[in-house]
């Protein structure tokens, strides 16, 4: 079957309905974890390994045939992966390459990290009397981490250091609290000068 480079991502990309639903019966096994099906669509669309109708349909004839199961956990619809499909994932996983396999379950931790940041960390942009502020609390469960204020002057700026942090908020967080624990006493140790 030829490919289209302007529809597929660059590697290797699976074609065969049986091998997306060992990619799919993989991927569910390895993340241990209940999926919605929007994460599940969202990590597959972000991974391109496998074209999306292809690979929607290999997710409802697994449901069909029973290998995932539709459950509803805390007012949502998630799919868990049976005894069997885990074995059949484990049996047959080598028929798809472990390129793929590595990529797919790369995509979904990156997914499911970006998720948990999202929700652990809080940031919002308020107006004050003069200038802005942006307001950033980071949590873990019930335990406040940090939370810092920074003044901007105008709403542009509060909103660059909204996304800035927005970007990365476990690096923000790691930084604000090395750069805490090496702060210093500054003491700039001034030379004596010689008269002229």
């Not at 929700?119 to 940090?146: F, H, Q, W």
Request: net charge negative.
């Amino acid at each position: 079957m030829a490919r289209n480079s302007w529809y597929f991502e660059p590697g290797i990309h699976i074609d065969d309905r049986y091998e997306a639903k060992i990619l799919i019966a993989y991927f569910l096994w390895q993340m241990a974890m209940p999926v919605t099906r929007a994460q599940l669509d969202e990590i597959f669309t972000l991974d391109g390994s496998v074209n999306y109708f292809l690979y929607s349909e290999a997710v409802e004839q697994m449901i069909e045939s029973g290998l995932i199961v539709v459950e509803n956990r805390d007012g949502k619809e998630v799919y868990i992966l049976t005894e069997r499909a885990k074995h059949g994932a484990n049996d047959f996983k080598r028929m798809v390459p472990k390129s793929t396999r590595d990529r797919i379950l790369s995509t979904g931790m990156k997914f499911f990290a970006k998720l948990k940041n999202d929700n652990d960390v809080k940031l919002s942009v308020e107006k004050e009397s003069i200038g802005y502020t942006v307001s950033c609390r980071c949590t873990e469960g019930e335990l406040v981490l940090m939370e810092l204020k920074l003044f901007a002057l105008d709403e542009d700026q509060a909103n660059v250091l909204k996304q800035k942090i927005e970007k990365n908020p476990a690096a923000f967080y790691s930084k604000v609290i090395d750069y805490a624990v090496d702060n210093e006493d500054y003491n700039p140790n001034p030379k004596e000068v010689n008269d002229l």
